[in-house]
C-alpha cells in the first residue's frame, strides 16, 4: 500500500488540496508534533518529553489516558504568548491541509503564575485567529468556548457568561458553548441551567454526548435541549434497551453528528 502510494503522489496531493470543513478540532488536541517540541523546548525545567502529548500512529490510549495526557499538554500552555502560539500553528496547519472552514473549540483557564485569566485566555485565541486573517490564509475561522464538565456548574455559569460577552463583542467569530470533558464526571441535569441560558443568549450549542455507554437518560436530557449538533454519540444505538429511541429522535429533529474519526497523532 506505502509502495502504491508512493508511486502515485497525486493521490496525496488531491486530498491535501481538496477543500475540506472541519467543526470537532479541540485546540489542545489539535496540535502538532513540530508547535509542541517548540512548547516542550521553552519549557525544559518540566521534564516534559514527546512520548507523554502525543499518540503515535496505530497505538490506543484508553479514556483515562488522554485526559491524563491532557493535563500535561495544560502545563505547557500556560500563558497568552503559548495560546497564541498554538492558536496560529493549528489554524496554519489546517489551512495547509486544505481545511476551508475551521471551528476551533477550548475550555478557558486561569493559571495563576503567569497571570493568565479566562479572559485573556479567550482573547489570545481570537487574537490567534486575527492574525491567521491578517496573513491572508485561504482558512474562515469560528470559536466555540468549551465547558469542562469536570468545572461543575458554577464553573459553568461563569463560562457562560464569558460566552455571551464574547458572543456579541466579536462579529459571529464566537458563536458557540461546547460542552466536552471527562463523561464519567458530573451528570447531565447539573448543567441544564447554563445551557439554557446559553441557548437563550442565541448561542449555538454543540453537545458531547453518548461517548460511553449505559447513559440513556443522561443523553435523553441533553438531547432535549435540541442542541445544533452532537460531538460523537458513539453509543447512540449502544443495544441498551431504549437506545433506538434516541437514535429516532436525532433522526426526527435533524441533528448533525460531529464525529472524531481520527485523534492528534503525531506528524
Known amino acids: 500500500m506505502v509502495e502504491a502510494e508512493e508511486q502515485q503522489p497525486w493521490k496525496t496531493d488531491f486530498y491535501s488540496e481538496l477543500p475540506k470543513v472541519e467543526l470537532h478540532a479541540h485546540l489542545n488536541g489539535s496540535i502538532s508534533s513540530h508547535t509542541m517540541k517548540k512548547l516542550i523546548a521553552q519549557k525544559p525545567d518540566l521534564k516534559i518529553h514527546d512520548q507523554m502529548t502525543v499518540i503515535d500512529k496505530g497505538k490506543k490510549r484508553t479514556l483515562e489516558e488522554c485526559f491524563q495526557m491532557f ?47 479566562k479572559k485573556t485566555y479567550v482573547e489570545s485565541i481570537l487574537e490567534g485567529i486575527k492574525q491567521s486573517k491578517q496573513e491572508n490564509l485561504d482558512i474562515d475561522v469560528r470559536y466555540l468556548i468549551a465547558v469542562d464538565r469536570r468545572g461543575g456548574p458554577l464553573v459553568a455559569k461563569e463560562t457562560v457568561k464569558l460566552a455571551e460577552e464574547f458572543f456579541l463583542s466579536t462579529e459571529g467569530i464566537v458563536l458557540g458553548l461546547d460542552l466536552s470533558g471527562d463523561p464519567t464526571v458530573g451528570q447531565a441535569k447539573d448543567f441544564m441551567e447554563p445551557l439554557l441560558e446559553a441557548k437563550k443568549a442565541g448561542l449555538k450549542l454543540a453537545l458531547h454526548l453518548s461517548e460511553i455507554p449505559n447513559q440513556k437518560k443522561e443523553t ?45 497523532s503525531s506528524r
Open 71 to 117: 493535563q500535561t499538554i495544560h502545563q505547557l500552555i500556560s500563558s497568552p504568548e503559548d495560546i497564541l502560539m498554538v492558536t496560529k500553528d493549528v489554524i496554519k496547519e489546517f489551512a495547509d491541509d486544505g481545511v476551508k472552514y475551521l471551528e476551533l473549540r477550548s475550555t478557558p483557564r486561569r493559571e495563576n503564575a503567569t497571570g493568565m485569566t
Open 220 to 264: 435523553q436530557i441533553l438531547l432535549d435541549l435540541l442542541p445544533d449538533r452532537i460531538g460523537h454519540g458513539t453509543f447512540l444505538n449502544s443495544g441498551e434497551r431504549g437506545s433506538l429511541d434516541l437514535v429516532d429522535f436525532v433522526r426526527q429533529h435533524r441533528i448533525p453528528l460531529g464525529k472524531a474519526w481520527s485523534f492528534r
